[in-house]
Nanobody, 133 residues
Framework: RVRLVESGGGSVQAGGSLKLSCVASGDIDRSNCMGWFRQAPGNEREGVAGVDSEGSTSYHIAVKGRFIISQDKAKTTLSLQMNSLKPEDTAMYYC???????????????????????????WGQGTQVTVSS
């Protein structure tokens, strides 16, 4: 079993920055990818960023150039540095641990995972990010 705990959310004005963190514990080696996804009220879950076992990162086009995903060497802490925040970034943000599919980026695999009725991977309870205009 894998346990993921997110932190770092909050309220900021547009243009501001936040850094989310996720601490992973348990049998994390069962996964080979980690990422962040978000869900705003009334919207579907969408992958934001992912990183694979080789350190390759991938981003949703809406956040590319503004967000940076990173992972420590032990692969037990995942971070998301969010810069130039916009009101449309307002959502609950979740950390996820999962297995990437061959030939797919970490983000593609995360979106595939989110579409499963019974997901294979794990995610935490989420942390709220609110951006005001």
């Amino acid at each position: 079993r894998v346990r993921l705990v997110e932190s770092g959310g909050g309220s900021v004005q547009a243009g501001g920055s936040l850094k989310l963190s996720c601490v992973a514990s348990g049998d994390i080696d069962r996964s080979n990818c980690m990422g962040w996804f978000r869900q705003a009220p009334g919207n579907e879950r969408e992958g934001v960023a992912g990183v694979d076992s080789e350190g390759s990162t991938s981003y949703h086009i809406a956040v590319k150039g503004r967000f940076i995903i990173s992972q420590d060497k032990a692969k037990t802490t995942l971070s998301l540095q969010m810069n130039s925040l916009k009101p449309e970034d307002t959502a609950m943000y979740y950390c996820a641990a999962y297995r990437c599919s061959a030939g797919m980026t970490a983000l593609q695999s995360l979106n595939q995972e989110l579409g499963h009725t019974i997901p294979w991977g794990w995610w935490g309870q989420g942390t709220q990010v609110t951006v005001s205009s």
